[in-house]
C-alpha cells in the first residue's frame, strides 16, 4: 500500500488551516459516496503516466473538467466525459450556488485534483476553502494545503503506486 | 494691466531677481476654458468614477483567492478570517483581500509616480521647468494626463500638477487602508480602479517627461535595435552594470565615458527598465545604443554570480534587497544612487571623488551613497576601470571549478527540500542526477526556466550553492545568449492612429496584443516568443514594454532574426512594437484613448467615462502580463481594466490574489444600450473577464482571440475574430470551443471558407433555423448584427435616454 499520508511539511503558511492528508481508499469511498464529483485535471497530468491513469479515473465515471491545455489528453477517450475550462473561472463559478455545472446538471458536492502546477492549484483552492463549502482532494505528488484532504508529498514512484491503488477501488 | 500667467519672470531694474509663479487661483477654471470642451470628470477623487466602477464589477466580479487566511494589520488581531469570518475590527475576509488588493495597487502606482516625481525634479532642475515636452507628431501630447486632469500640459512644469494630484490621491487612498476605513470590498475594488487610473497618468509624466529630455526615440517606427543578453557582454573589458528604472544618474556616466572616450574601452550594461532607458538616451533619429541590455530581474542574481560585473550601479526598483551582500562577496563595490535604495551604505554625495574612489578600491568600503550625479557620472566609470585590473590580479572568480562542480553535485542527497521551497517546483534533483552522469542539458532547461530567486540554496541541507551549479553547467547557453532587442519608441502617433483607428474599432484588424510586465513566467522565457510569433502571423498588432520586450529579443527564429528583425515595427496590423520601460506602459492605454479622441473624435478632455466606455465596447485589446511579479505589475493592470482593457496574467498571478471574471451564464449581464435610441442591445460575452489567469500559453492562445472580440466589430470584423478562436483553440486545445456560437449574429460572421460546415453545427448541435436555399441564418442567435449600433454602458450618453 502506498503510503501517502505523510509528509505534509507546508514550506510557506495560507493560515491555521490546512488539508489532512488522506489514503487512496478513502479518496475512493469519498468518491463513491458523492452525488456529483467532479475530476478537475491540470496541464501536468499530459505526462505520459500520469495521463494513463488521470484517463483510467474518468473511465470509471467521473465527468472531467480539463484545465489549461490538458484536455488534449482526453479527446476521443471513448468513455470520458471531458470540457475544458480555465481553472480560475473553474473556481469562481464552483464559489457560486447557482452554477449549473459543466453539464447543466447543477453544481458539484466533491472535486478531485490531478497534474495542476502546486502553487496555482493552491490558490484556486483557497477561493474554494474561504468562499464554498466544497470538499476538495488533491491526488497530485504535492502536499497541498488549501484542499479539504491531500496526499502528502511524494515521489513520483510512490505517486503512480497510490494512483493505482485508488484506481483499484473504483 | 497684463494678465499674470505661471512661470518665470525678471524685475527690471533689480538684478539677480527671479520670481517663479507657480499656480494661480482660478486657475484650472480658466485653463478648462481654454481647453475647450471638458468632460465631467476632471480631475476625479476617489468617489468620482465610483458609478463606472460599479456599472464594471457588476459584471465582473471580484474573485479573491487569499494567500493568507490571517489579517495582522492591527493589535486587535490577529485574526483568523477563514471561511469570511470577522476579524476583531469587522473587516471579513473579502473585505481584507479587497484592501490587500488595494494596496498592492497604489503601492505600484507609488513606485512609478515616485520615479516620476525624482525624474521631473532632475529634469526641471537641469532643463527648465519652461522646457517643451516633445513627444513626436501628435497634438495630443499626454492623452492619460489629459483624460484625467482636463489639462493638456507642453512644458515640464506643466507636468507638476497632474503628479501632485497624483500624489495626493494616492495619499486619500492609503488613508482608507487604516483600521476602521472602507469596510466593504466593493468600495475597496473600486479604490484599487482609482489607484490603477492614477499609475497610468504617474507613468506617462515620468516617460513624457524623459522622452523630451533625454533625445530619446519619439513615436518612431524605425528605433534602432540594441543589443541584449549575457552572451554580449564581453568580460575582457571593464564591466559597468547598472540595475533599477531610473535612467537619470545613468545619463551622467553615459556622457562621461563619451567625453573620455571610454565607450569601446569598457562594457556599460543593464538590467530592468534603466537598462531599456539606457538604449533609448540619446538615440532620438537612429543613432546607436550606447549601452547594452543584460535582461531582467530574472538575471540579476545570476549576472552578480557570474562574477563579470566590476562595479554595480543601483537606481530603484526591482533591485534585488541583497545586491549590496552578494557583490561583497565578490569585490564588487556598490554604488547607491537614489534614496529609495541606499543599503545602509555611508552618503558621500559631499566627498571628493579621489577619496570615494580610494575608499572603495581599497575595500575600505563596500560601497557608497552617490546622490550627486555629476559625481556619479564620473566616479562609476573610474571605479569600473580600476576594480578591473585589481579584480583580474587578485583572480576574483565566483563560479566552481569543473572539480568543485562534480563534488557539489554528487554532495546532494536528492531530499527534494531545494524542489519544494522552489516557487515553481523546478526538478532540481533529477538535474544533479543528470549531471553527474555527464549530462549538462537539464540543468541548462532550467537555467531558462529559473528566476534566480536563491530559495533553493537556503533550504539545501547540505549547503549547496544551486544556482552557482545551475550557470556553472550552464556556461554554453549563456554564451549564446545574444539577441536584438528594438529600442523603446514611445507613443504611437497620431497618424497611426488615424491610418488605423478604423481597423481597430471594425475589427477587420483582429486585435492589440499588449505584452507587458516582468519575467516570473511558469515555463521559460520562450513562451513569449511563441505568443508574439502567433498573434503577429494571424495580423494582430503586438505591443511590448519592460521585461517582456527584453525577454522577447532573447530568440531567434531559423533564419536567425529575433522578431524586432522580422517584423516592422510601426502601428499596424501584423506589425511589433516596443513603447519602451515600465513607464512606457501609459503608452499602451494612451494609444487606445487616441482610438477614442483621433478616430471617433469623442472629446477626451477630463472624459473618462466616456472615453473608458468607447474602449471596452468597440476598441479589441488585451493585455498580457505573462510573468507577472511585482506590485506594479498590478497597477498597470488595474489601470487597464478601469479603462475597459482586460488582462491576462500567467499561472503566478494567482498570487496577487484576485481577479475580475464575468459569467457568462448569468445573461443579463451581457447587455449594454444602444446610444442612439437608448435601447437594449443583448452582446455575447466578451471580453469575458478584467483579470484572469491563464494555466499555459497553449490555454491563453485562444483566450487572446476570443476576447478581442467586441459588440462594435462589423460583420467582416467578426468574422476574423471568430475565425482566430476557433483555429486557435483547435490547433492548442484541439477542440472546437463550446461557445463560439454565442459569437454569431448572422451567417456573414462565419469563417468563410467553413460557413457551411458552421451553418450544419448551428443547426444540429444548436437548434438554430437555417435557410439553405439562401444559406442564411433564420433564427437562433442572441445578440443582433448591426453596424450602426452604438453600444455603450453608460445611460446618460443614449440619445432618447
Known amino acids: 500500500m502506498a503510503d501517502v499520508s505523510k509528509n505534509l511539511k507546508v514550506y510557506t503558511t495560507y493560515g491555521p488551516k490546512s488539508a489532512r492528508g488522506t489514503k487512496p481508499a478513502i479518496v475512493a469511498k469519498m468518491i463513491e459516496k458523492a452525488k456529483r464529483p467532479l475530476f478537475v485535471v491540470g496541464s501536468e497530468v499530459l505526462e505520459e503516466k500520469l495521463l494513463a491513469r488521470a484517463q483510467a479515473i474518468a473511465k470509471k465515471g467521473i465527468p472531467v473538467a480539463a484545465t489549461g491545455h490538458s484536455i488534449k489528453g482526453f479527446i476521443d477517450e471513448e468513455g470520458v466525459d471531458a470540457k475544458y475550462i480555465n481553472i480560475h473561472f473553474l473556481g469562481t463559478f464552483l464559489c457560486d450556488p447557482k452554477w449549473a455545472g459543466l453539464d447543466d446538471n447543477g453544481c458539484y458536492d466533491l472535486i478531485i485534483l490531478l497534474g495542476h502546477k502546486k502553487y496555482y492549484i493552491n490558490q484556486v483552492l483557497s477561493a474554494l476553502k474561504n468562499f464554498s463549502d466544497l470538499n476538495t482532494i488533491n491526488i497530485g505528488k504535492h502536499y497541498t494545503q488549501n484542499a479539504t484532504l491531500s496526499f502528502g508529498n511524494v515521489t513520483p514512484e510512490v505517486h503512480l503506486e497510490a494512483l493505482d491503488e485508488l484506481i483499484d477501488n473504483l | ?801
Open chain 2, 1 to 801: 494691466m497684463s494678465e499674470l500667467k505661471t512661470g518665470t519672470f525678471s524685475v527690471s531694474d533689480l538684478e539677480n531677481v527671479q520670481i517663479n509663479i507657480g499656480s494661480i487661483v482660478g486657475a484650472i477654471e480658466k485653463t478648462a476654458a481654454e481647453e475647450g470642451e471638458v468632460g465631467l470628470t476632471v480631475k476625479p477623487n476617489i468617489s468620482g468614477l465610483r458609478d463606472w466602477d460599479y456599472k464594471l464589477l457588476e459584471r465582473y466580479n471580484p474573485v479573491y483567492t487569499p494567500m493568507c487566511d490571517q489579517c495582522c494589520y492591527c493589535t486587535f488581531g490577529t485574526c483568523d478570517l477563514t471561511g469570511n469570518k470577522e476579524g476583531a475590527c469587522g473587516i471579513n475576509m473579502e473585505g481584507h483581500n479587497a484592501r490587500e488588493f488595494m494596496l498592492r495597487v497604489i503601492t505600484g502606482a507609488s513606485a512609478h509616480s515616485g520615479h516620476g516625481r525624482h525624474l521631473l525634479h532632475h529634469l526641471i532642475d537641469k532643463y527648465g521647468a519652461d522646457y517643451p515636452l516633445k513627444v513626436g507628431q501628435t497634438n495630443i501630447i499626454a492623452p492619460n494626463v489629459q483624460m484625467v486632469t482636463g489639462k493638456k500640459p507642453e512644458t515640464l512644469g506643466d507636468l507638476e500638477g497632474a503628479l501632485s494630484y497624483v500624489e495626493e490621491q494616492l495619499v486619500q487612498l492609503l488613508a482608507c487602508v487604516h483600521v476602521g476605513q472602507e469596510g466593504e470590498a466593493i468600495d475597496f475594488e473600486s479604490k484599487a480602479m482609482h489607484g490603477g487610473m492614477l499609475d497610468h497618468v504617474g507613468m506617462e509624466v515620468s516617460d513624457i517627461a524623459q522622452i523630451s529630455c533625454l533625445e530619446m526615440p519619439k513615436a518612431d517606427e524605425n528605433a534602432p535595435l540594441s543589443e541584449i543578453g549575457m552572451g554580449t557582454i564581453d568580460s575582457e573589458k571593464p564591466v559597468l552594470l547598472v540595475i533599477g528604472h531610473n535612467v537619470a544618474g545613468v545619463t551622467n556616466i553615459i556622457d562621461y565615458m563619451e567625453d573620455h572616450d571610454l565607450t569601446d574601452k569598457m562594457e556599460l550594461c543593464g538590467l530592468c527598465c534603466t537598462a531599456l532607458d539606457m538604449t533609448r538616451y540619446r538615440t532620438e533619429g537612429g543613432d546607436v545604443p550606447k549601452a547594452k541590455v543584460v535582461g531582467t530581474l530574472a538575471k540579476e542574481l545570476k549576472m552578480i554570480r557570474s562574477g563579470v560585473p566590476d562595479v554595480i550601479v543601483v537606481d530603484e526598483q526591482c533591485v534585488r534587497a541583497d545586491v549590496l551582500r552578494e557583490a561583497r562577496k565578490l569585490m564588487m563595490p556598490v554604488i547607491t544612487t537614489n534614496d529609495k535604495i541606499m543599503y545602509g551604505l555611508p552618503d558621500r554625495s559631499e566627498d571628493d571623488i579621489e577619496d570615494i574612489i580610494d575608499d572603495l578600491k581599497s575595500g575600505r568600503d563596500d560601497g557608497a551613497l552617490i546622490l550627486d550625479f555629476e559625481k556619479l557620472g564620473e566616479v562609476a566609470p573610474r571605479l569600473t576601470q580600476e576594480m578591473s585590473k585589481i579584480r583580474k590580479e587578485k583572480g576574483v572568480v565566483s563560479l566552481p571549478t569543473e572539480e568543485e562542480f562534480n563534488e557539489l553535485t554528487s554532495r546532494c542527497v536528492h531530499c527534494l527540500a531545494c524542489e519544494l521551497e522552489c516557487p515553481t517546483n523546478l526538478p532540481i534533483s533529477d538535474a544533479m542526477t543528470a549531471a553527474e552522469e555527464g549530462d549538462l542539458g537539464p540543468f541548462e532547461i532550467l537555467h531558462d526556466k529559473c528566476v534566480a530567486c536563491g530559495r533553493c540554496e537556503q533550504a539545501c541541507p547540505k549547503d549547496i550553492p544551486v544556482l552557482n551549479v545551475i550557470e556553472k553547467a550552464s556556461q554554453r547557453v549563456i554564451r549564446e545568449e545574444r539577441g536584438k532587442v528594438r529600442v523603446g519608441r514611445g507613443q504611437i502617433s497620431d497618424p497611426e492612429i488615424r491610418e488605423e483607428g478604423v481597423n481597430l474599432v471594425m475589427g477587420t484588424t483582429p486585435g492589440i496584443i499588449a505584452m507587458v510586465g516582468c519575467s516570473n513566467y511558469p515555463d521559460g522565457t520562450k513562451d513569449l516568443y511563441r505568443i508574439a510569433d502567433e498573434m503577429l502571423r494571424r495580423n494582430y498588432i503586438v505591443l511590448m514594454s519592460g521585461c517582456s520586450a527584453m525577454d522577447l529579443g532573447m530568440y531567434q527564429n531559423d533564419d536567425g532574426e529575433t522578431l524586432y528583425e522580422k517584423y516592422p515595427a510601426k502601428f499596424q496590423k501584423g506589425n511589433l512594437i516596443n513603447v519602451g520601460s515600465c513607464v512606457s506602459n501609459s503608452h499602451i492605454t494612451a494609444a487606445t484613448i487616441k482610438v477614442a479622441a483621433i478616430f471617433a473624435q469623442r472629446n477626451i478632455t477630463g472624459n473618462y467615462e466616456e472615453i473608458a466606455d468607447y474602449i471596452l465596447n468597440r476598441v479589441g485589446a488585451v493585455g498580457v502580463a505573462w510573468g507577472a511579479y511585482s506590485q506594479k505589475a498590478s497597477s498597470i493592470g488595474t489601470g487597464c481594466n478601469r479603462l475597459g482593457i482586460p488582462v491576462i496574467l500567467g499561472p503566478h498571478g494567482s498570487k496577487y490574489r484576485r481577479a475580475l471574471i464575468g459569467k457568462p451564464y448569468e445573461e443579463d449581464k451581457w447587455k449594454v444600450l444602444d446610444a442612439r435610441n437608448g435601447e437594449t442591445m443583448d452582446i455575447p460575452p466578451a471580453p469575458e473577464f478584467l483579470l484572469t489567469t491563464a494555466e499555459t500559453i497553449d490555454e491563453m492562445m485562444p483566450m487572446l482571440a476570443k476576447n478581442c472580440i467586441r459588440p462594435s466589430d462589423n460583420n467582416m470584423g467578426r468574422m476574423i475574430k471568430l475565425t482566430h478562436y476557433i483555429e486557435l483553440s483547435e490547433k492548442y486545445l484541439g477542440i472546437m470551443p463550446d461557445d463560439w456560437y454565442k459569437y454569431v449574429r448572422n451567417e456573414t460572421d462565419l469563417p468563410l471558407a467553413r460557413r457551411e460546415e458552421f451553418l450544419k453545427k448551428l443547426e444540429q448541435e444548436y437548434g438554430w433555423d437555417i435557410d439553405w436555399n439562401k444559406k442564411k441564418i433564420v433564427s437562433g442567435p442572441t445578440s443582433k448584427l448591426d453596424v450602426s449600433a452604438q453600444p455603450t454602458n453608460v445611460e446618460r450618453l443614449c440619445k432618447e435616454a
